[in-house]
């Protein structure tokens, strides 16, 4: 069983700085994309970013030039470095990682994390 643990939330003011992290269970499998994902309370879960093995990014329009998702591939590790937070970015930040099954991947989530920017 693959187990992803996010950790880095919490609340922060507007125009601050924030650092996530993921770390999957998944030693010895084969780690494609990864990513995070953010849910706000009545909306539907949306794509923040994500990087792929190769470490090709992409992000959500809203967080161009402000989020930047890397990832150290030894650790089986995703972060997501958050600045110039505002409140409308205040969510539960999921964390995925699609691990290699054979002919395709398995999607695995983390338990998200709370972000909060006031204003």
């Known amino acids: 069983q693959v187990q992803l643990v996010e950790s880095g939330g919490g609340l922060v003011q507007a125009g601050g700085s924030l650092r996530l992290s993921c770390t999957t269970s998944a030693s010895g499998l084969r780690i494609n994309a990864m990513g995070w994902y953010r849910q706000a309370p009545g909306k539907q879960r949306e794509l923040v970013a994500s990087?792929?093995?190769?470490?090709?990014?992409n992000y959500a329009d809203s967080v161009k030039g402000r989020f930047t998702i890397s990832r150290d591939n030894a650790k089986n590790t995703v972060y997501l470095q958050m600045n110039s937070l505002k409140p409308e970015d205040t969510a539960v930040y999921y964390c995925?990682?699609?691990?290699?099954?054979?002919?395709?991947?398995?999607?695995?989530w983390g338990q998200g994390t709370q972000v909060t920017v006031s204003s």
């Open positions: 995925n990682a699609d691990v290699r099954r054979g002919l395709w991947d398995d999607r695995y």
């Open positions: 990087i792929t093995s190769a470490s090709s990014t």
